[in-house]
C-alpha cells in the first residue's frame, strides 16, 4: 500500500483576494489567510493517515506561513511548487490584462516575460515524479500555490497542463491524488474547513 499525494494551496493573501496574478512577488497572509490555515490544518489531520512521509513547500513564504500554521512540518522547500511565473501579467488581474489582450487567460494566452503552461506542465512532471517516488513511505504532502495545484491535478490524471483551468483550488484549500489499482485519480479537490 502506498501513500496519496495532498496539494494545500496557501491561504488568503490581499492579492488572491483582489485577484492580482500573484507568481514571484512574495505577499503576506492576511488575518483570515492565517485562520483559514489553521482550520486547513483540522481537516488535514482527519484526511491524511498519520504523519505524512514527506512535506514539500513553495519557498514563498504565503506557502511556508500556511504549512506552519496547518501543523506541518516542512521536510524542505521545493523551487519546484513556486506559483506560475506570470511575467509581466504579475501583480495584474485579469481584466486589467484584457484591456490590452481581449480574451486572455493564463491557461490560454503566453505571459510575457514568464513561464507557458508547458513549461509550467514539465515543473509538475517533475514534482509528481518525486511525490510518486516518496509515496513508498506513505502520504506526501506539497504545499504551494492556486493555479500551480490545479496544473498538477491535471498532470496526476494525464491531462495537459492548461487543462488545469477544468479545477478549483480556493485558498487554504486541500486536493487528493490517489489511485486505484495503479491508474491515477483525483480522490478529493477544494476540500476546505467549514
Not at 500500500?1 to 492579492?15: I, K, P, Q, Y
Not at 505577499?27 to 481537516?43: I, K, M, N, S, Y
Request: charged content about 25%; overall charge negative; hydrophobic content about 40%.
Amino acid at each position: 500500500m502506498t501513500g496519496r499525494v495532498f496539494l494545500l494551496r496557501h491561504g488568503e493573501t490581499e492579492w488572491s483576494v483582489s485577484g492580482k496574478h500573484t507568481g514571484r512577488t512574495d505577499v503576506p497572509l492576511t488575518d483570515r489567510g492565517r485562520e483559514r490555515a489553521v482550520a486547513a490544518g483540522r481537516l488535514g489531520v482527519r484526511l491524511l493517515e498519520g504523519a505524512p512521509a514527506l512535506v514539500l513547500s513553495s519557498p514563498r513564504s504565503r506557502a511556508r506561513v500556511t504549512a506552519e500554521l496547518a501543523g506541518l512540518t516542512v521536510d524542505r522547500t521545493d523551487e519546484r511548487l513556486a506559483e506560475w511565473d506570470y511575467g509581466d501579467c504579475e501583480g495584474r488581474t485579469t481584466p486589467e490584462i484584457r484591456e490590452t489582450v481581449p480574451g486572455w487567460t493564463v491557461w490560454t494566452h503566453p505571459c510575457p516575460g514568464g513561464e507557458t503552461a508547458e513549461e509550467v506542465g514539465a515543473r509538475a512532471d517533475a514534482v509528481l515524479a518525486d511525490a510518486r517516488a516518496a509515496r513508498e513511505g506513505g502520504d506526501v504532502v506539497l504545499v504551494g500555490h492556486g493555479h500551480f495545484s490545479r496544473v498538477l491535478l491535471a498532470r496526476w490524471i494525464g491531462l495537459p497542463a492548461a487543462e488545469g483551468v477544468r479545477f478549483q483550488m480556493e485558498a487554504a484549500s486541500w486536493a487528493v491524488l490517489g489511485d486505484e489499482r495503479g491508474v491515477p485519480r483525483i480522490d478529493g479537490v477544494n476540500l476546505a474547513a467549514p
